[in-house]
């Protein structure tokens, strides 16, 4: 048995429908690359449009906190103690609600240390307490969601 060899035309004619198929293939390629890139280039601008509304919100919900603040200063400068103190309490109340709003939370102190989510400064002997309790917070910390912003810096028992 004799395998039929092609002639120079066939292999033209198969050679032809070879790039034809190619070509098929590197445009396909092209045409993928550039919707990626188009994608990619979106995914961008709307993450960008996500973190300016975002912004815009918080601006928003400090307003209030800047406009209690400037009247608290106002009172500060007619030497009204009990305005001042009041604008000031109003202003914290404000600042505390707007930031919990936004998912801020304090991270709890009471009880053992956690190295997590506190920030030891010293340790003190303390006859009151089991050792590694936390004695005294020196600064709040907080949290958002699951992720610590800033640890609770504390003083601990040894």
């Known amino acids: 048995m004799t395998e039929k060899v092609p002639t120079k035309a066939e292999l033209e004619e198969k050679l032809t429908e070879v790039e ?40 928003k919900e400090l307003l209030p906190v800047l406009d209690d603040l400037e ?38 102190t009471d009880g053992k240390f956690d190295p997590h989510v506190h920030e030891a400064l010293l340790t003190q002997p303390s006859g009151d307490v089991e050792p590694g309790s936390v004695l005294e917070v020196v600064q709040r910390g907080y949290r ?13 028992a040894e």
């Open 20 to 59: 034809r198929e190619r070509d098929e293939y590197l445009n396909d390629l092209k045409r993928v690359a550039a919707d990626f890139e188009n994608y990619r280039k979106r995914v961008a601008r709307d993450q960008e449009g996500l973190a300016a509304r975002a912004h815009e919100r918080l601006v």
């Open 71 to 108: 009247r608290a200063l106002e009172a500060a400068a007619e030497h009204e103690e009990a305005k001042l103190e009041e604008g000031v309490r109003l202003v914290h109340r404000e600042l505390v609600e707007a930031l919990a709003r936004e998912g801020l939370v304090e991270v709890e």
């Open 144 to 156: 958002v969601g699951d992720k610590v912003v800033r640890p609770a810096r504390v003083i601990v």
